[in-house]
């Protein structure tokens, strides 16, 4: 059974930094694309960062400059370097892992439980 989870939330202040990491089991890691959802209080979950199985990155507007993703098939895991953080980054942030058509559809197969990340002003 496929699995993400990710971990490395928490409370952050404006500018700071946090780190994300998801882990996914029971996948052939390398072959799936890998997305970061987010999700506020009264909003929908939306992309925030993806990446394919080939490496290619694409990114959120809101995020641009300020959020990398990246993967290390080696540990099955992916992550989401976040700087300069902003109250509204404030969400749930999910892992998605998806066939690799996921990448260009947005359209993930395989979610996480989520990790909380709160930026105070």
């Known amino acids: 059974q496929v699995q993400p989870v990710e971990s490395g939330g928490g409370l952050v202040q404006a500018g700071g930094s946090l780190r994300l990491s998801c882990a996914a089991s029971?996948?052939?890691?390398?072959?799936?694309?890998m997305g970061w959802f987010r999700q506020a209080p009264g909003k929908e979950r939306e992309l925030v960062a993806a990446i394919s199985s080939g490496g290619s990155t694409k990114y959120a507007d809101s995020v641009k400059g300020r959020f990398t993703i990246s993967r290390e098939n080696a540990k099955n895991t992916v992550y989401l370097q976040m700087n300069s953080l902003k109250p509204e980054d404030t969400a749930v942030y999910y892992c998605?892992?998806?066939?690799?058509?996921?990448?260009?559809?947005?359209?993930?197969?395989?979610w996480g439980q989520g990790t909380q990340v709160t930026v105070s002003s």
């Open positions: 998605g892992a998806g066939f690799w058509q996921s990448y260009n559809n947005n359209q993930y197969h395989y």
């Open positions: 029971g996948l052939t890691f390398s072959n799936y694309a």
